[in-house]
């Protein structure tokens, strides 16, 4: 039969009524097919339970530390990390609305040091503007995300970024965490939902460094209020 050179088949084989023999094929292509799907399925289970365990290990690290600093820096060396970016940062945004990126690990230019964002402008602004996730690819030719605009980027030689909200208890934006690669990479469903889950983590490791600080500094002042009491007793007396 025609319909059948090329194709590999298993079945059985039985007499047929009208004499010779009928076979009952099964297709093995189908079959291979439907296997290599279901292997398809385990992988990407797979892969998201590693994804959910790393994610679980990062917001463990976050919350143990309680310098502000250190969070800001860990949560970006976690966001490179995690995602396979050539760079990461995170962004805050000030009290007029500008941004400036006080974390970055992975740069080769420095001048993100300097660099505040109108706001609404650069990655962090537009996010912030937003309140969503921003993908940037196609850079620097995508007309949608002229170089001028975005020149951290531009510096790093970036092809392709992403950039998710960092949110208070009620929702608002008061940051970014962005991460680049250098060459073109399609930023799908899946990297935009690591880098959300990650900037939730970020979120409460920040919340719970600022409270620590504020702990401390409430400590200190209550020390030094105890010592200046006691001179003035001793002083007194």
Not at 43 to 52: F, L, N, T
Not at 98 to 123: H, K, L, M, N, Q
Not at 220 to 235: D, P, V
Request: proline share 6%; aromatic share 6%; charged share 25%.
């Amino acid at each position: 039969n025609p319909d059948l050179a090329g194709r590999r088949f298993d079945g059985e084989v039985h007499p047929s009524p009208t004499g010779g023999i009928a076979l009952f094929f099964r297709g093995v292509t189908e079959r291979a097919a439907a296997e290599e799907a279901a292997r398809a399925r385990a992988e990407e289970a797979e892969r998201r339970i590693r994804e959910s365990e790393a994610l679980r290990e990062i917001g463990r690290d976050l919350l143990s530390r309680t310098d502000p600093d250190t969070v800001l820096h860990r949560i970006a060396r976690h966001a490179r990390d995690l995602l396979g970016a050539g760079y990461a940062a995170v962004a805050v945004v000030g009290q007029s609305g500008e941004t400036s990126w006080p974390a970055v690990v992975g740069s080769r230019d420095e001048r993100w040091r300097e660099i505040v964002f109108p706001p609404g402008r650069g990655t962090a602004g537009r996010v912030a503007a937003l309140n969503a996730p921003l993908v940037i690819e196609g850079f620097p030719d995508n007309p949608d995300f002229p170089p001028g605009e975005f020149p951290l980027h531009a510096a790093e030689g970036m092809r392709s970024a992403v950039g998710v909200p960092l949110q208070d208890a009620a929702g608002r934006a008061y940051g970014a965490l962005i991460a680049g690669w250098r060459e073109p990479v399609r930023v799908g469903a899946r990297e935009v939902e690591m880098a959300r889950a990650l900037a939730q983590s970020a979120s409460l490791a920040l919340e719970n460094a600022r409270v620590f600080q504020e702990a401390d500094r409430a400590r200190a002042l209550a020390e030094a209020a105890n010592r200046a009491k006691s001179q003035f007793l001793a002083n007194m007396s």
